[in-house]
């Protein structure tokens, strides 16, 4: 219901100053009661409007300077790919197609771990036939045929490794004493290979199903944490799988959410003047199979009720919290008991209330943490740039000294430079001969002057240095005398 802020900045700069005189054709009757409401500019919707709009389109190349069917063309591709982001962008933490194809794999990984563990008993059981009524569960069974291997090797010593599969010493103890006494057939040991390396393949399996199940439980927590606390994780997102979405779900009334997934039912009392069904997917839900048979189908409508309540509240709630489904999930409970014991349930509307209150004390806080994480991004995001920055800014300094230093060194390049043409110069007026020998003496020179410089300099400093010992040591001496 409310107008979106580019169609509103379109029609303040398009329409005429005075708005009540001009009428608007709108194709959408929902658009012209927004305007209406947003502008107070009366608009027209119907059959004629439609037909102009259609025509406005077909013919809007013609209509408009400079504008060409095939600009047209790609702002109408522009136009439906932004429509389609702005359909598919929604918050990552709240993504309820990651539920359904979890849901999805979950069910099917039941499938697939019960053939695979009746192919490993009726694999196994040529060999240890005993130990299906030892251990009648399916993943247990696997991980004792893959521990056991084959029955004539099992003795006491591996008793323990038994106890702690199975998780019960009376348990272990009969699974000893069967494979001493049992009737099965020799089995060779590329058969026994090929058995347990498949065992081991069911056990991985079920290991990974208990991983997906815990993804499950943790996605529903953060998309529809209300109807999880209903009604439980698995049955919910059954109930968002089949639904397709959580926002369909939400748009569904309580009839069709009490008998969804029993649509074959439906239609085939509908077509053979039967009774319908009374529960679908909600069927699963411990609530049902508490209540007593006459109660069934009232307890199925009052969940099919509560579900709704709840799933709404996921949907378009900002920041989803299980208050409410606990809420729920009470009165669900006081339902039950007035069935049985005839105790009167609280009203909703009391209910209600208190939810509201604990609700906005829970996002209150969940705001201010998320406030606190805010600011220590930013805090970190600050101090990440001002490091770069620094970082920076170091090269430039040591660019700026290199450059220094190479003009320092230029610059006494160019005295030396000036030195020796001003030498050649005094040496130009004698003959050739005598100046390239005094070149060549006065190339060589400088160097012994350095050579004398850099000997005599240490020689010095020897010198001043005993000088120095000497008198410390007179200083010593008097200083012993005197004591």
């Known amino acids: 219901g409310v107008l979106h802020e580019d169609l509103r900045l379109l029609l303040d700069t398009a329409l005429p100053p005075k708005r009540k005189k001009v009428v608007l054709g709108v194709g959408d009757a929902k658009m012209g009661a927004a305007v209406l409401e947003e502008l107070g500019v009366q608009c027209q919707t119907g059959g004629v409007v439609a037909e102009l709009m259609r025509g406005i389109r077909l013919h809007f190349p013609a209509l408009v300077r400079g504008l060409t069917a095939q600009s047209a063309a790609k702002a109408q591709l522009g136009l439906g790919h932004s429509y389609s982001r702005a359909k598919v962008k929604f918050n990552v933490h709240r993504v309820d197609n990651m539920i359904i194809q979890s849901i999805s794999l979950l069910d099917q990984l039941d499938k697939d771990i019960n053939t695979f563990s009746m192919r490993v008993r009726e694999w196994y059981g040529y060999h240890f036939p005993e130990l299906i009524k030892i251990v009648p569960e399916n993943s247990m069974y696997c991980r004792v045929a893959k521990f056991i291997g084959n029955r004539r090797e099992l003795s006491e010593e591996s008793l323990e490794g038994l106890e702690e599969i199975v998780m019960d010493s009376a348990k272990a103890q009969a699974i000893l004493e069967a494979s ?75 009839s069709t959410v009490q008998i969804l997934g029993a649509e074959k039912a439906l239609f085939r009392a509908l077509k053979t003047r039967g009774n319908t069904p009374k529960y679908g997917l909600i069927f699963h839900s411990t609530f049902i199979g508490r209540a007593a048979a006459k109660n069934k189908g009232r307890i199925s409508r009052y969940l099919a009720n509560k579900c709704t309540i709840a799933s709404r509240i996921d949907c378009f709630s900002e920041v989803p919290t299980s208050v409410f489904g606990d809420k729920l999930r009470e009165q669900v409970e006081e339902r039950l008991a007035f069935y049985e014991t005839g105790e009167p349930p609280r009203k909703n509307l009391e209910v209600m209330k208190e939810a509201v209150v604990e609700a906005s004390e829970v996002v209150a806080e969940v705001k201010r943490r998320q406030e606190k994480k805010e600011k220590k991004r930013k805090k970190r995001e600050k101090r990440r740039l001002e490091a770069l920055a620094a970082a920076a800014e170091e090269p430039a300094e040591e660019s700026v000294m290199e450059t220094e230093e ?38 060589e020179e400088p160097l012994p002057k350095k050579k004398r410089k850099v000997t005599v300099e240490p020689e010095e ?14 200083a010593v001496a008097r200083d012993s005398e005197e004591d």
């Open 461 to 474: 400093e020897e010198e001043e240095k005993k000088k120095k010992k000497k008198k410390k040591k007179k």
């Open 180 to 254: 001493r006494s049992s009737m099965g057939m020799d089995i060779s040991p590329l058969d026994l290979i090929n058995i347990e390396s498949f065992s081991r393949r069911v056990i991985s399996l079920s290991d990974y199903r208990k991983g997906l199940q815990e993804y499950l439980r943790s996605k529903m927590s953060q998309v529809a944490p209300s109807l999880s606390a209903l009604i439980g994780e698995v049955v919910g997102a059954r109930l968002i799988s089949h639904a397709g979405s959580l926002t369909n779900l939400a748009k569904y009334p309580a």
């Open 406 to 443: 190479n003009d320092v060194g230029a610059k006494k390049k160019k005295k030396k430079k000036k030195q020796q043409q001003a030498e050649e110069s005094e040496a130009e007026p004698e003959p050739e001969e005598n100046g390239v020998e005094e070149e060549e003496e006065e190339e």
